[in-house]
């Protein structure tokens, strides 16, 4: 598989098949494609991870897409942003954001992380249930405005604001925080009321504009019915 990514704000994946290569996507990512590529939906992994998938509001079937003959297939991103691409490999999985997966060859493995502390996920506003990539193969990311990585040491801790963590190895620990400074920075400092903490070591991968907050930016102009 050959593959490029391209345009701003919006980037499009565009991949190269050879005869019989694979790939897999959520539902409704395809953009265009070749004649010669076929598309079927599945729940890769069986039931309980298709049902996984559900829990964790994603969709219930992935898309295949394989080449009959060299051909060519486009993804293209749902929110102004970055595609990034990942090696996975044994030893070299990703815990990602419920949103973030794109598209990856059929090697890899898409399945549900759970925090260890219920904590995390009620409040630490990356959810209860993440998602994780494991496997062999190339997998591609779709990350909300700027990637910015930091790579953190042992017992080295980096405190982030809702939404903000897009993804991070799994030698990493998240938990969540409250928001120094007392009730009335909590209150009125709009910086919410708790962080999340990731303890390294391991790279954690941050966004610059997770889609909640440009929603919540946007709304107040949204005409209501009553206006």
Known sequence: MEYKIEGAPFPVLICTLSNGE????ESGAMCWMTPNITMEATSRGGLGKALGRMLSHESLFLNTFTASGTG????GSSFPGMILPFDIEPGK???VQKSGFLASEVGVEL????????????FGGE???MQRLSGQGKAFL???GYCKTYELGPGE???IDTGYLAAMEPTCAMDIK????????MAFGGEGLFNTEVTGPGKVYLQTSPIKTLAGALLPYIPSKSS
């Open 22 to 25: 694979v790939m897999v996507t």
């Open 93 to 95: 999985e990703l815990i």
């Open 157 to 159: 801790k980096m405190l």
């Open 178 to 185: 409250k928001v120094s400074g007392g009730l009335k920075t």
């Open 142 to 144: 779709e990350i909300d």
């Open 72 to 75: 060519m297939v486009a993804f």
């Open 127 to 129: 959810g209860f249930i």
């Open 111 to 122: 399945s549900m992380f759970f925090q260890k502390k219920l904590s995390s996920g009620l």
